[in-house]
């Protein structure tokens, strides 16, 4: 139980009516002296007993929350004692973003108190909610108990994502194949894994018409899958390459919409930022986006030497590297990883040119300035094809 500010006040003008009664004589500012002390240890005796049992809990919708979105977040107490808790106030911190407060002239035991409040999620991380701080007070807030009660929530606000269009032209172990899509769309009682060009002798009725009229180029519908491809997301998160802030933040969202269209068109992903793949755990797309939510640039990083120890899973799946103006590191990394890899693009945010040297190796590059969006470069950029099932 601590003694608030406007109880030291109410105490320091007691005090001086107290002196002004011994100078003037008013028996008047002796009476108001004493009320104003009087209320004071009142309350004190009324908030010394501390903070009732209360139980608090919070509900947080949606569950999955990206940058620019806004979660609703719901506080419900309800009093386990069997009198009424008076002049409670309920303080919610959520780190980082602020703080939500509730008052509450009276709990009734029995009867459950409900509030939300809502957050904007303006930038990505991982934000601790709680526990909630309880303070009861007396009527004038002189005094005040405070507690703390509940769990400790976690709000992970993903990087936000932009849709892509087109999945790569992949070239496999076996040389006459490309796959220009990875999942699996059931037709006639048959798989339709993927496309490649058409070679004489193949059978007509397999032509698919759509791709091949995009495309002006006969592709046919291969209902056999030689290798399973996967994809390989490789961020390189030391800060030096980086100009700002916001050409990471650029960064991080061009690596989370790749993972995002990869998942999405049944590709296996992996990302790797330094330490060990996401893939690993139970869920790898939450995994990843949950990794990619609280990414921080580091400053001193071996990324070369880091990234020598990684392997694409299968030969002839995709590799895409994100980065900022890319360096000697970024282009050791990718002709390490490339010999391995199908196809492999190089994301850059950068606002200087980026060498043709980097494209030399076969590298797909798609680069853009901080702050821009991703999706339209990465169409101008590639060849890649979209196959539709028809």
């Known amino acids: 139980m601590t003694i608030t500010e ?6 320091g003008s007691a005090l001086a009516l107290l002196v002004l009664w011994a100078v003037l004589g008013d028996t008047e500012l002796a009476a108001l002296s004493l009320l104003t002390a009087g209320a004071v240890f009142v309350g004190w005796l009324g908030t010394r007993r501390g903070i009732p049992d209360i139980t608090v809990s919070r509900r947080l919708h949606p569950s999955l929350v990206r940058e620019g979105d806004t979660v609703s977040v719901e506080l419900v107490a309800r009093s386990d004692t069997q009198r009424a808790s008076r002049y409670i106030t309920i ?3 959520i780190r980082q973003l602020g703080e939500a407060r509730f008052r509450i002239g009276s709990l009734v035991p029995g009867v459950i108190f ?30 005040k108990a405070n507690k703390r009660i509940g769990a400790v ?11 892509l269009d087109g999945l790569p032209i992949l070239r496999g172990v076996d040389p006459s194949m490309q796959a220009a899509r990875a999942e699996t769309v059931q037709r006639g009682g048959e798989d339709f894994f ?20 995009r495309r002006d180029e006969m592709m ?12 390989l997301v490789v961020v390189d998160p030391r800060s030096a390459v980086y100009g700002d802030q916001e050409a990471f933040e650029t960064a991080i969202r061009g690596a989370a919409s790749a993972l995002h269209h990869f998942f999405s068109a049944g590709l296996e992903a992996d990302l790797w930022t330094g330490g060990d793949l996401a893939s690993l755990e139970t869920n790898p797309y939450e995994a990843a986006m949950r990794t990619l939510a609280g990414l921080q640039p580091i400053g001193a990083f071996d990324f070369s030497s880091a990234a ?24 050791s990394v990718t002709r390490h990883l490339t010999h391995h890899a199908g196809a492999t ?13 980097f494209g030399r190796g076969g590298a797909t590059i798609v680069s853009i300035r901080p702050g821009e969006a991703w999706a339209t470069a990465w169409m101008k950029a590639m060849p890649w094809a979209t196959a539709g099932v028809g």
């Open 6 to 11: 406007r109880g030291w006040a109410a105490l």
């Open 114 to 143: 409900s509030g939300t409040y809502e957050i904007a999620c303006h930038t990505r991380g991982v934000y601790e909610l709680g526990p909630v701080m309880v303070s009861k007070s007396d009527p004038f807030v002189f005094t």
């Open 91 to 93: 303080d919610d911190e």
């Open 194 to 213: 993927s496309l490649r060009e058409y070679q004489t002798g193949d059978d007509l009725r397999r032509v698919h018409w759509p791709t091949t009229a």
């Open 345 to 357: 693009v190089l994301l850059t945010v950068s606002s200087n040119p980026i060498p043709i040297s």
């Open 153 to 163: 929530d976690r709000l992970i606000v993903y990087p936000r994502v932009e849709r």
């Open 220 to 231: 046919i519908r291969q209902f056999e899958a030689p290798w399973e491809p996967r994809a």
């Open 308 to 331: 020598t120890r990684l392997r694409l899973k299968g030969r002839g799946g995709t590799l895409v590297i994100v980065t900022g103006t890319p360096d000697a590191q970024v282009a």
